[in-house]
């Protein structure tokens, strides 16, 4: 069974960065592509970063690129999203997700998704 278990967000300052973390379990990094998807109260959901390991593929939506990194630890189960020089838009509920592949469609799909950690940008 894939679990996937969030950890990280609260609430910051603009400009400031927070780190998320994910632990997953039930399938390896190298069998799954994994990553955050992030949604606004009233907006779609938004695919922010993917990772896959066998494909050897990393994505950022544009909104985040530059600002944003996607790390996984093999040996601790973990995806991390470092989230630097962070903005008010940037608020959202946060999801780890796994999916078959990724690219410029992560998140459109029907990813398996943990419960979401709670991101607030605010001053």
């Known amino acids: 069974e894939v679990q996937l278990v969030e950890s990280g967000g609260g609430l910051v300052q603009p400009g400031g960065s927070l780190r998320l973390s994910c632990v997953v379990s039930?399938?390896?990094?190298?069998?799954?592509?994994v990553g955050w998807i992030r949604q606004a109260p009233g907006t779609e959901r938004e695919g922010v970063s993917c990772?896959?390991?066998?494909?050897?593929?990393?994505y950022y939506a544009s909104s985040v690129r530059g600002r944003f990194s996607i790390s996984t630890h093999a040996a601790k189960n973990t995806v991390y999203l470092q989230m630097n020089d962070l903005k008010p838009e940037d608020t959202g509920v946060y999801y780890c997700?796994?999916?078959?592949?990724?690219?410029?469609?992560w998140g459109t799909g029907y990813p398996q998704l943990g419960q979401g950690t709670q991101v607030t940008v605010s001053s």
């Open positions: 997700a796994a999916d078959v592949t990724c690219g410029t469609g």
């Open positions: 990772r896959s390991d066998r494909a050897h593929v990393t």
């Open positions: 039930g399938f390896r990094f190298d069998d799954r592509a």
